[in-house]
């Protein structure tokens, strides 16, 4: 199987399906945005020792590549028969999103990104798991999404924020408090 194919010279790929479409198309922009947080967790998870942590990010990262598949599908052509996103991985998130919360300081200001690498690309993945949302939710104005795949991304930046400052916690990192006066 050779990895070129050159069906997409002239701008156009194939969604699952068959369907052609540009690929500067909002529903490339949203699968391309989750390929890229998909590959920060990656580089953040080679970062990382804790073997929670590291599991937790090998959990999510298979989770978003079934993301990417649903964004990937045109749902009207689409025979393929696709995994889902459920509620528990959500849940999943928010079980770790509170343990983290248990053990940290409680946070009294918005805090300046990084500290320490692994706490750096932490926020980086957070920043695009936000964008790969904004797509998402632009993309759902168009064409039915599955509700749940909006939601597990915002709740995805939500538990990254949280294991920044976990990650930051365990590293004795310090967390730099915003300071607008600081200039």
């Known amino acids: 199987m050779k990895i070129y194919t050159k069906t997409g010279d002239k701008g156009e790929t194939s969604l699952i399906g068959g369907t052609r479409v540009p690929k500067h198309h909002i529903r490339i922009d949203a699968y391309g945005t989750v390929d890229e947080l998909n590959s920060y967790i990656g580089l953040l998870r080679d970062q990382l020792g ?98 749940l795949l909006i939601q597990y991304l915002n709740r995805l930046s939500d538990y990254l924020f949280m294991l920044a400052r976990k990650v930051a916690f365990d590293h004795m990192a310090t967390e730099l408090p915003w300071n607008p006066f600081n200039r």
């Open 50 to 147: 804790d073997k929670h942590q590291v599991a937790m990010l090998i959990q999510i990262q298979n989770i978003l590549f079934t993301i990417g598949s649903q964004l990937a599908a045109d749902s009207g052509k689409s025979k393929m028969q696709l995994p889902d996103i459920t509620e528990t991985d959500i849940l999943i998130l928010e079980k770790e999103i509170d343990a983290m919360n248990e053990v940290l300081p409680p946070l009294k200001n918005f805090i300046l990104p990084g500290g320490h690498p692994a706490v750096s690309t932490c926020h980086i993945a957070r920043c695009v798991c936000r964008r790969a949302e904004r797509c998402a939710s632009h993309l759902s104005e168009q064409t039915i999404l599955e509700p």
